[in-house]
Antibody
């Protein structure tokens, strides 16, 4: 069974850091671009970041650029998101997601269960 | 940056057809994808590339895309279809994924 399972997160103070991980199983992880998407409580889905198959290409939403770093370890089938300089507005459920399709037709065909990151003093 | 506009809510009686719109400038020239999110769950894909369904998604779910509006149609609506629905595209000008704000489908 194809699966994505996030770990990490939790409660962090403003200005602090946290790392999310996403363990992939049931498919060839290195064949897929991977993304992070977040959802603030009661709000909609918002794209955060993406990383290419070999990790050499990354992109970020403007609101996280310079603070978040996406990475992957294909040997360990793991995707990561290092989140620094966190603010209250970063409180959200963070989902890792796999994409299919050509770059102009990206769609998310597999999602993790999500991990809550709460930024609070 | 590219903006997708969805109605906040749509209500429909069981057995009727629900239509959820997603507006964007010249969206007809892009591939539009739709996901469904039930309370407390992760999203799941229901339509991709305007009108293709992943395996396991009922034929009741279909999509269309032309001009400035894409539409997700759900025929013979069931209580189990009650969920939030999001449209999504790739914005090549910014190299970003863009989601619509989401539409809450209520089955009366």
């Amino acid at each position: 069974e194809e699966q994505l399972v996030e770990s990490g997160g939790g409660l962090v103070q403003p200005g602090g850091s946290v790392r999310l991980s996403c363990a992939a199983s049931g498919f060839t992880f290195s064949n897929f671009w991977m993304h992070w998407v977040r959802q603030a409580p009661g709000k909609g889905l918002v794209w955060v970041s993406r990383i290419g198959r070999d990790g050499s290409e990354t992109n970020y939403a403007d609101f996280v650029k310079g603070r978040f770093t996406i990475s992957r370890d294909n040997a360990k089938n793991t995707l990561s998101l290092q989140m620094n300089s966190l603010s209250l507005e970063d409180t959200a459920i963070y989902y890792c997601a796999r994409v299919r399709g050509a770059i102009t037709t990206y769609y998310f065909d597999l999602w993790g269960q999500g991990k809550l990151v709460t930024v609070s003093a | 940056s590219y903006v997708l506009t969805q109605p906040p809510s749509v209500s429909v009686a069981p057995g009727q057809t629900a239509r959820i719109t997603c507006g964007g400038k010249n969206i007809g020239g892009k591939s539009v994808h739709w996901c469904q999110q039930k309370p407390g769950q992760a999203p799941t894909l229901v339509v991709h590339d305007d009108n293709d369904r992943p395996s396991g998604i009922p034929e009741r779910f279909s999509g269309s895309n032309s001009g400035n509006t894409a539409t997700l149609s759900i025929s013979r609506v069931e209580a189990g279809d009650e969920a939030d629905y999001y449209c999504q595209v790739w914005d090549s000008s910014s190299d970003h994924v863009v989601f619509g704000g989401g539409t809450k489908l209520t089955v009366l």
